[in-house]
């Protein structure tokens, strides 16, 4: 049976799940906006320029953006294992590919209300599946849609260069890659990112980005269950000093056009 969390930890678990609801809906704003971009430049024929600038902002959001929040939900769920707060881990959902597991998360019935810690910690793992997900195979293909070519995936070692000592630096070299890297002065030569007959399919892109966007929904409202079932837990005044620390995280902001 699991334990419940010491008040460290509880605080410890909750400010992370705070910091986590708060970059990932940033993230999923961001990623509202370049579907509204895609949808309205998809059809252009004259858009690469444009659809090169998007695929560069959606690997900003799921490289550095959802990156963030991802490691903050793992924090959460690593202190509920190693203080026995969890009645289980769903390693099935772990072994899924992506397209079985999108289904799976979709379709997975967990306590409409929570009232133990131990069930709003299953929210946090069900989450971090949602969010790895969109990293690991929505947003990465849907930038190989629009640009024609493999997309970095962080953790990947054979989707990156080598330079673990510089991350920027390997993301900006596997962009480039995929013709990527400067995606601002392709936009103003006008020149095309890639040759059109190297696999575009921006109605696939935008097909991939909606999914994205549903699971990020899903990743919200999972980590709103646990911050509202763990806030039960503490006193209003500890409450409010945690929110208060919990201040929003900083990552790139794709451009608006």
Do not use: W
């Not at 909750?14 to 961001?30: F, I, S, Y």
């Not at 002065?185 to 890639?194: E, L, M, V």
């Not at 994205?212 to 980590?223: E, G």
């Not at 837990?233 to 929003?248: G, K, M, N, T, V």
């Amino acid at each position: 049976m699991a334990r419940e969390l010491s008040k460290k930890n509880l605080e410890m678990v909750l400010m992370q799940a705070m910091m986590a609801a708060k970059n990932v809906r940033t993230q999923h704003d961001r990623l509202l906006e370049l579907r509204r971009r895609l949808q309205r430049h998809q059809a252009d024929a004259d858009a690469d320029a444009k659809l090169g600038e998007i695929a560069s902002d959606v690997f900003k959001v799921y490289y550095f953006g959802l990156d963030a929040g991802a490691k903050m939900l793992s924090v959460c769920l690593k202190i509920a294992v190693e203080n026995l707060a969890v009645s289980t881990v769903n390693i099935a959902f772990a072994l899924m590919p992506g397209e079985q597991l999108y289904d799976a998360l979709l379709a997975q019935r967990l306590p409409a209300r929570p009232t133990t810690q131990a069930q709003a910690i299953a929210r946090v793992d069900s989450a971090i599946l949602a969010v790895m997900m969109l990293g690991e195979h929505h947003l990465p293909r849907c930038v190989e849609c629009l640009v024609g070519g493999r997309a970095p995936v962080r953790g990947k070692p054979d989707s990156s260069p080598d330079r673990d000592d510089d991350p920027v630096a390997a993301a900006t070299e596997g962009l480039a890659k995929v013709g990527l890297s400067d995606a601002s002065a392709t936009a103003k030569t006008g020149s095309k990112p890639r040759d059109t007959a190297s696999g575009r399919d921006a109605d696939k892109a935008l097909d991939y980005l909606c999914r994205a966007i549903r699971m990020t929904t899903l990743a919200i409202k999972h980590i709103d269950v646990v911050v509202a079932v763990l806030s039960r837990f503490l006193d209003p005044d500890e409450l409010a000093r945690l929110a208060e620390i919990s201040q929003p995280t900083t990552s790139p902001d794709p451009s608006t056009d």
